[in-house]
């Protein structure tokens, strides 16, 4: 791909595509339910733009980008923050040698311009007003305009995107005329037992089989109560273990719970003994998921909680 663009006349410096080892490892149903959304199927059709949404470290990220390298699409992952403005999301002012001028392309612009696909990473990170001035590039007339360049770029047809939104706390609320935009709303749940050893073994090949296969029931346990542990932890809990083993080059079973607790804190240590989430933990959880936490799991355990205290 060329490294500039001319656009109304304007010359735009474009951005490097993602090149990632990521392989989605999980339903096949929710992997097609994002192809079904990039598909067009007659003329005057357009893709959809769809939001993926679960707990950070489930794989929403690793999902879209799988799916779009599947397509054989260059990838452009934006990552997005509370202080992502505008222009950030289209078109920067640089300024450039005598005094000039020159004009970056976002990696979503750069996308749109190329045919690639883009991730926009926790985009209810953003504040409405970043949102707004992608209105028009999510509904039928697909384009971005910078006041910056002072111009329009329109999406290439093979132009996708895609956000990606943590379900936690740290978040901005979408406004209805954007969330009516990024359609469809796919839910990325917590991997079963063996897709989650696949998902170990595939991030940690180094690792013994049973140690990724210890991990992943210690995950399996945490989701059955909805704690918010995920593959990304077990996969830090894994790499830190071995580390450790290696530096006093002992076995790194004996590493487990060391490693548990300072990837997961001490949380994630007082389950691993007993089972049973901390008063802490189970207070935010209740907050967070009053619908998804059976309340009898927590009332058969007070006892066993007092007996710990």
């Known amino acids: 791909m060329a490294n500039t663009a001319q656009i109304e006349g304007v010359t735009l410096h474009l951005a490097h595509p993602d090149t990632i080892p990521m392989k989605w490892i999980g339903s096949e149903y929710i992997r097609d339910q994002l192809v079904a959304s990039w598909m067009t199927v007659g003329e005057g059709d357009i893709p959809l733009n769809p939001r993926l949404i679960g707990k950070p470290g489930v794989g929403k990220t690793t999902l879209a ?3 779009a390298k599947s397509l054989g699409r260059d990838v452009y992952i934006m990552q997005c923050t509370m202080d992502t403005r505008p222009e950030d999301l289209i078109i920067t002012p640089v300024i450039a040698g005598a005094g000039q001028i020159s004009y970056h392309a976002s990696p979503l612009t750069t996308a749109l311009i190329s045919g690639g696909t883009c991730i926009l990473d926790e985009g209810n990170r953003m504040s409405e007003k970043s949102w707004a001035s ?3 590039l999510l509904d039928q007339r697909r384009y971005v305009e ?3 360049a002072g111009i329009k770029v329109n999406a290439h047809p093979d132009f996708r995107v895609c956000v990606t939104m943590n379900d936690d706390a740290s978040t901005y ?3 209805e005329y954007i969330q009516s935009r990024l359609q469809p709303q796919i839910e990325i749940a917590f991997p079963k037992r063996e897709e989650e050893i696949a998902i170990l073994t595939f991030n940690v090949p180094f690792s013994p089989r049973g140690l990724a296969e210890y991990v992943a029931d210690f995950l399996q346990k945490a989701h059955a109560v909805n704690l918010p542990f995920t593959s ?6 894994l790499r830190y273990a071995l580390k450790l083993a290696a530096l006093r080059k002992e076995e790194p079973q004996g590493f487990l719970s060391e490693a548990i607790e300072a990837i997961l804190g001490r949380e994630g240590a007082q389950f691993l003994d007993t089972g049973v989430p901390s ?3 189970r207070g935010a959880m209740r907050h967070d998921d009053d619908d998804d936490v059976d309340d009898e799991f927590f009332d058969e355990d007070e006892e066993d909680d007092e007996k710990l205290r």
Do not use: K
Request: net charge negative; glycine share 4%.
């Open 279 to 281: 008063d802490r933990m």
């Open 134 to 136: 992608l209105a028009p």
């Open 173 to 175: 609320e979408l406004p």
């Open 65 to 67: 980008y799988a799916v």
């Open 232 to 237: 990304r932890d077990g996969v830090n809990i």
């Open 146 to 148: 910078s006041i910056v």
